[in-house]
């Protein structure tokens, strides 16, 4: 086993020992039953100390990946079964109503209950948080420009963060204008401007199944509805079933995740999503882009914006820095293509403007290599932190269990056994201190009832590892 460890790479040693064993078994070159090199042996082959190989075993046991046999030393792990992923859904057979509420509403009480375990909250940012750098930058902002920064920011955003956006989709291959950028307060506002531009009420909005509860609450507020089309838990939504709804029914626009989909964590190619673009543009239907967790790709490249791939301006794309660096701040942006008068207009009518200190924060934050680094950072510890999410799960819940192997966010999307009820699992995990997000609330149509979406992106601790032991003894229960 020879592996050059690179000592100037922004990844830790040990987390080049845990890569470098996975690279192996994935390879085959390491079997379920082998035995892995000696601490000391390991040590000496690739130069590292040896607690620091010992970490690196101690974190792949956690991941169910190797096991420590008293007396006989670390082997790969027998006959692990890996988890299978989730069913595939269904296309819906007509448009639906959004009723969801009031189950939202308790979502996000259970949130911010004292000693809670937030396994509910999609906040990955938290994993790894960029708060003392971003402080240390406002009070610079704040010493060098006084009573200004706290004062109206332009409506459709401050014009040195406008830049750093533009500068950032010219390295996906795409020239932008920093006035075609409107900084919204987060991507949810983004999302319900977006909406107004391209649909009216009554109106048919395609979205995926299942689907970030706050896009459904956002339809179901405007008075539109909703066309569930399936998501295939590794590639993002089946392109088949979306020509079929759009040869069915009357559809005003898509609303997709493009690259990284909440709940599943899926991860759409570039080639399928240049294929959507082309597709809707045939049929000149408008694709609300929500790119909010593109940044958190675990893939080798980041997923090229569809934005890059529009030519009829049908494209309005909504992010935010809430998933990657501050969600308190509400800072996210849009960008509006063929839509954009009315979407300024839309914005000076719904909020005025955005936070200035806040966006001048950002904009200085951007502009130097700290939130690339931070984000590098923060991606590697969300993938060990799945990871472990997977493996616990593995573990405690019962055999029948699937779920979703991300290939970028937060989330992770688990479908239960049949008789499991997702709702009342809610509750019932409320009264040991643990929230999740219960299935139904991502579809409009009240699927997915065995189901939940639980979060790995925290700092990892025992306290989150014997949540998710508890979860399964719960689940079990109810069985």
């Known amino acids: 086993m020879s592996k050059a460890i690179k000592r100037n790479s922004q990844q830790y040693l040990y987390q080049q020992v845990i890569s470098m064993v996975l690279e192996m078994q994935a390879s085959g070159t390491l079997r379920p039953g082998d035995k892995l090199p000696s601490l000391r042996k390991l040590s000496q082959q690739l130069s590292l100390s040896i607690p620091t190989v010992k970490l690196a075993y101690t974190e792949l046991e956690r991941q169910n990946v190797i096991v420590a046999k008293p007396k006989s030393g670390y082997f790969m792990k027998p006959n692990l079964k890996l988890l299978d992923i989730p069913t595939r859904g269904k296309l819906g057979r007509s448009p639906t109503q959004v009723n969801n509420q009031s189950l939202i509403e308790q979502v996000y009480e259970a949130l911010h209950l004292p000693d809670m375990v937030s396994l509910g909250i999609a906040n990955p940012s938290s994993a790894h948080p960029c708060d003392k750098a971003l402080a240390r930058i406002m009070r610079q902002v704040l010493s ?30 795409l020239q932008l204008n920093p006035d075609e950028v409107i900084v919204t307060n987060g991507a949810q506002e983004a999302l319900s401007i977006a909406l107004q531009c391209v649909a009216r009420k009554g109106d048919v909005i395609a979205i995926e199944s ?127 293509g063929q839509f954009e008068a009315q979407a300024r207009r839309l914005k000076r009518a719904l909020s005025c403007s955005s936070s200035l200190i806040n966006q001048w924060t950002l904009a200085e934050f951007i502009a130097g290599s700290e939130y690339d680094r931070n984000m590098q950072k923060l991606r590697e510890i969300l ?97």
Not at 308 to 322: D, E, Q
């Open 210 to 336: 299942p689907a970030f509860f706050g896009v459904l609450e956002l339809i179901e507020s405007l008075g539109m509805m909703a066309l569930e089309i399936p998501v295939c838990s590794d590639d993002g939504i089946w392109l088949t079933d979306l020509v079929t709804g759009i040869n069915k029914h009357s559809i005003k626009a898509c609303l997709f995740s493009t690259s990284i989909n909440n709940p599943t964590g899926s991860f759409m190619p570039d080639d399928k999503r240049k294929e959507l673009v082309e597709l809707l543009e045939s049929h000149n239907i408008p694709l609300i882009e929500d790119d909010v967790y593109g940044d958190l790709y675990f893939t080798k490249n980041r997923g090229i914006p569809a934005q890059c791939y529009a030519k009829k301006g049908l494209v309005l794309t909504c992010s935010s820095f809430s998933k990657t660096a501050a969600p308190g701040y509400r800072i996210g942006w849009l960008i509006a």
């Open 383 to 479: 993938k060990l932190n799945k990871a472990r999410m997977l493996a616990c799960i593995q573990d405690t819940f019962p055999q029948e269990t699937k779920a979703s192997n991300p290939k970028g966010g937060g989330v992770a999307w688990v479908e239960l056994p049949t008789k499991i009820d997702s709702e009342e699992l809610f509750h019932m995990a409320i009264e040991q201190n643990i929230s999740i997000t219960p299935g139904v609330i991502f579809s409009a149509s009240k699927k997915f009832k065995n189901y939940i979406r639980l979060s790995y992106g925290m700092p990892w601790t025992d306290q989150v590892e014997n949540a998710i032991k508890t979860l399964g003894q719960l689940i079990s229960s109810q069985q």
């Open 144 to 173: 060098k420009a006084g009573a200004k920064a706290i004062s109206y920011a332009p409506t459709t955003g401050y014009a040195p963060l406008k830049r750093q956006l533009a500068l950032r989709y010219f390295d996906y291959g």
